[in-house]
């Protein structure tokens, strides 16, 4: 029984000791949380990428993270936590005719996602007022984006209760390899095209689980279980373990362009 507790103990460690990368807070703190989006694409936008984005949050200090692949090549993708609504993404049921073409612009999507509460600029203001600072967000079509900020209360109350949701913008409808007027102009800014601003990529935030973390830990989940630690002692590490995953993910998905 105490070996096993004593292994246990050694793995968390070893596990603290790898996420060198990771914030010490992030890690170290038991208040820390983490939070997760699949992101989905808008069909109906002709969207055929996808991505995943992970927040740790420490009170209102956020650690986001985005791994999004397969949008519009050498074009500015808006990002932003969407919140105060039903913290779901727009499908079918809400494309519309737009210029002759059936999509789904921001506004058809707001009555699911909501409003912006945050801009995931890559630099300087991320509040809502920064939504279309196209020079503030990433053009490529793959890319990582990784910001610690700090969220505004509300937006940290939506991750609690379920309706953040994280909308990456930009599609390029037909397919001709930039954003133009195929869709009309843009509902939020008649400047840009419609394509320009219109949602690619959707998903809601939910709590990691234990069932995020990769196989190879499981057999510390059991070991943990077996001998009897307190729920307590259990959840930290797995905290730590699923918080370490999530980094290393992001780490190895980088490091693959260099290889390829
Ligand atoms: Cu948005």
């Known amino acids: 029984m105490k070996k096993k507790l004593l292994a246990v103990a050694g793995v968390s460690a070893c596990a603290l000791g790898l ?63 969407h919140v105060d609504a ?14 002759g073409q059936r999509s789904i612009n921001v506004a058809d999507g707001v009555p699911l996602y909501g409003a912006i509460g945050t801009s995931l600029t890559t630099e300087g203001d991320t509040s809502p007022a920064a939504a279309l600072n196209v020079a503030a967000f990433p053009s490529n079509g793959s890319y990582t984006y990784t910001r610690t900020i700090d969220l505004d209360p509300n937006v940290v109350a939506n991750l609690q209760k379920g309706t953040a949701v994280l909308v990456v913008h930009g599609i390029d409808y037909n397919g001709n390899g930039t954003y133009d007027g195929v869709l009309g102009a843009s509902e939020l800014d008649p400047s840009l095209p419609a394509e320009a601003t219109d949602p690619a990529l959707c998903g809601a935030f939910k709590p990691m689980q234990m069932a995020g973390v990769p196989a190879g830990s499981a057999d510390t989940g059991g070991g943990a279980t077996a001998s009897g630690m307190s729920s307590t002692e259990v959840a930290a590490g797995t905290a730590a373990v699923v918080a370490i995953a999530g980094a290393g993910l992001v780490a190895y998905r980088r490091r693959r362009p260099a290889q390829d």
């Not at 983490?34 to 990428?49: C, D, F, H, M, Q």
């Not at 039903?86 to 210029?99: E, F, I, M, S, T």
Request: net charge negative; glycine share 12%; charged share 10%.
């Open 19 to 81: 996420g060198l990368g990771v914030p010490a807070m992030a890690s170290a703190s038991a208040a820390a949380v983490s939070y997760e989006a699949t992101l989905n694409p808008i069909a109906a936008n002709k969207v055929t990428g996808n991505g995943t984005a992970w927040v740790t949050l420490n009170g209102n200090s956020a650690e986001i993270k985005l791994q999004v692949n397969g949008l519009l090549e050498g074009a500015p993708h808006a990002q932003h936590i």
């Open 86 to 99: 039903l913290g779901q993404c727009p499908g079918d049921a809400q494309a519309k005719d737009h210029n």
